[in-house]
């Protein structure tokens, strides 16, 4: 069982743990700033809810799929390649001096 199946395991069992968690972190985060970002800290702790909630739910290994396989991929989309940067300029050279 590696790391994250570990840490997966974890987190399922203990996901209302974790939820108290979050909710702690984001009122620490509101005290220490005053509420300035309260909008955005909440804005987080629904990400972390979320991130958690699929992991709790999605994460678990199929009974026909042993632990460490990895799993079928699919398909990458098609998209384009990213462009190719130009090389950095060469830097200027001085005059020889005799």
């Known amino acids: 069982m ?3 199946d570990k840490a997966k395991d974890l987190l399922s069992k203990n996901a209302d743990k974790v ?4 909710d702690k972190a984001g009122n620490l985060v509101d005290k220490k700033t ?6 955005t800290v909440d804005k987080v702790q629904e990400a972390a809810r979320k991130a958690v909630a ?3 739910d999605q994460g678990r290994v199929p009974p026909t799929q042993g632990s460490g396989q990895v799993p079928p ?3 990458p989309p098609s998209s384009p390649p990213p462009p190719a940067t130009p090389p ?3 830097p200027p050279t001085a005059p020889p001096t005799s």
């Open 54 to 56: 699929d992991n709790t």
């Open 73 to 75: 991929s699919s398909p």
């Open 88 to 90: 950095p300029p060469a």
């Open 19 to 22: 939820d108290t968690v979050i």
């Open 2 to 4: 590696g790391f994250l």
């Open 34 to 39: 005053q509420g300035k970002y309260s909008s």
